[in-house]
């Protein structure tokens, strides 16, 4: 039995992870529709919970690396962000880069042939494994390693940025497994790949 892959992101409705300037302002809860960050940031949370593996690139390593360590240490830190940097902490990470020389918070650093050893990882027995970051994403699409995508999708467009899907050399067919609305318009949908 291999490991499943899964590419999990939040998106914007014209299909970016990220804005230009890698901005992720869209998605962060501003405005009048910050109510709906509680209840999708559990969900993230619970899913955090249940990887068994992480796979990140540099970028979002490092974006992640320098915040959620310590957050449940900050004064302010609510019940929700408290338990989710446990859960990140404790989840077993591999960050895939060519620049880092050291990692840390139960992550192991590959420097080597990114698709390679995914392909290695999912033969391994395991539980879900995630894919974390667009250019580690787009390596394991192009080599059709992904098992199944998740998408949270925000209701806004923003014209250009980081996008979610890479250029494919050839079509992969999908199967919808589920659908949630969260609040404020955002819908999550999860796709496996047809084998």
């Known amino acids: 039995m291999m490991r499943k892959l899964i590419f999990g992101m939040n998106v914007t409705l014209d299909g970016y992870i990220a804005a230009p300037g890698d901005d992720l302002g869209w998605s962060g809860g501003e405005g009048p529709d910050s109510s709906s960050s509680d209840e999708l940031f559990q969900w993230w949370s619970d899913r955090v919970g249940a990887t068994g593996l992480a ?34 902490r404790d989840m077993p990470k591999v960050v895939f880069s060519s620049t880092l020389d050291k990692v840390d918070w139960n992550t192991r650093l590959v420097t080597g042939d990114a698709v390679a050893e995914m392909t290695r990882l999912k033969a391994e027995d395991g539980g879900p494994m995630d894919i974390v ?3 580690l994403a787009a390596a394991a699409m192009r080599a059709g390693l992904i098992d199944e995508y998740m998408l949270v999708t925000y209701p806004v467009l923003v014209g250009g940025g980081t996008p979610f899907f890479t250029a494919l050399d050839s079509w992969v067919r999908l199967n919808l497994v589920e659908t949630r609305t969260f609040p404020g318009g955002i819908l999550m949908t999860r796709y496996e790949t047809r084998r």
């Open 55 to 88: 796979l990140y690139g540099r970028k979002l390593w490092e974006a992640m690396s320098s915040h959620w360590p310590t957050a449940d240490q900050q004064p302010g830190a609510t019940p929700a962000e408290i338990e989710f940097a446990r859960r990140w």
């Open 133 to 135: 970051g667009a250019t």
